[in-house]
């Protein structure tokens, strides 16, 4: 068992910048995580993954100014999102399956609103 928690969500201003970190509290050895967002009215998307080895995908919308990262000493990943736009806002949610099986595992979700 598996449980996250998201953090660093917030209210930022177009073009600027936050760090979501989504901390797990077992053991990240062959857990892949992606972090997701959903919007009011739409679907949940995925925004960036990261496997355990360390390969990464990214949606289009987001390719060139988000970053997903993983430390596995502190059993956490993060997501660094620059040239934050409006049409980003949204809850972001981290999710976490074993390696060759769908997601299991969810975080609670943190807000981004990105507004002037």
């Known amino acids: 068992q598996v449980q996250l928690a998201e953090s660093g969500g917030g209210l930022v201003q177009p073009g600027g910048s936050l760090r979501l970190s989504c901390a797990a509290s077992g053991s990240m050895f062959r857990i892949y995580v992606g972090w997701y967002r959903q919007a009011p009215g739409n679907q949940r998307e995925l925004v960036a993954l990261?496997?355990?080895?360390?390969?990464?995908t990214y949606a289009d919308s987001v390719k060139g100014r988000f970053t997903i990262s993983r430390d596995n000493a502190k059993n956490t990943v993060y997501l660094q999102m620059n040239s934050l736009k409006p049409e980003d806002t949204a809850v972001y949610y981290c999710?976490?399956?074993?390696?060759?099986?769908?997601?299991?595992?969810w975080g609670q979700g943190t807000q981004v609103t990105v507004s002037s």
């Open positions: 999710g976490a399956g074993m390696t060759g099986a769908p997601i299991k595992f």
């Open positions: 990261i496997r355990s080895a360390g390969s990464t």
